[in-house]
């Protein structure tokens, strides 16, 4: 047991019963440790310093199970109303998979190309770079001898125009 955060019967017995205050808040820091001659856990009064250093593994070690507590998944939540044997492990399912969803992104990109390829040759020229190259607006402000603006207001007004186009079709 370490001292200074909880109140145990050794703190009583060592503080009187009513004891209000820390150990550390009466300048002494006390330790329990295990004395490999006598097998005995024995209570041993230490430096702030030999304290705190003992301290921090320890409060890293609570800090670390709080924490994962804090942030596990409870099984008995994923249950639909916690009463029956129904479960609902949605973090687990690939939605994605679903051949109605893919159907419909393969439909989406089709449309796109279709769309990307009726942009005038400098557009499509900025979307390759930009989106399949993944080329920065700077590397290619710089290829292109303009300014970093410049490709990002030509940028926006492509991605504008593709949008309208697209809403038009879908």
Known sequence: MLYGFEESIQERA???????KKPQELG?????VYNTCTQ???TVEVSKEVYFAYQRGVWRDKKRDRSFFAHEIQFSSMSADGNTNVDTFHEFVNYEADPEVQFARNETISV???????LPAEDQAYIKALFEE??????????LGVSQQAVNR????ILKNLKKILEERL
């Open 14 to 20: 060592l503080f009187g019963k009513g004891a209000h």
């Open 28 to 32: 002494r820091f006390l330790l329990d």
């Open 40 to 42: 005995e856990m024995e």
């Open 112 to 118: 796109l190309r279709e769309v990307v390829c009726s």
């Open 134 to 143: 993944n080329m920065t607006e700077a590397a290619l402000a710089d290829a």
């Open 154 to 157: 030509k940028k926006q007004r």
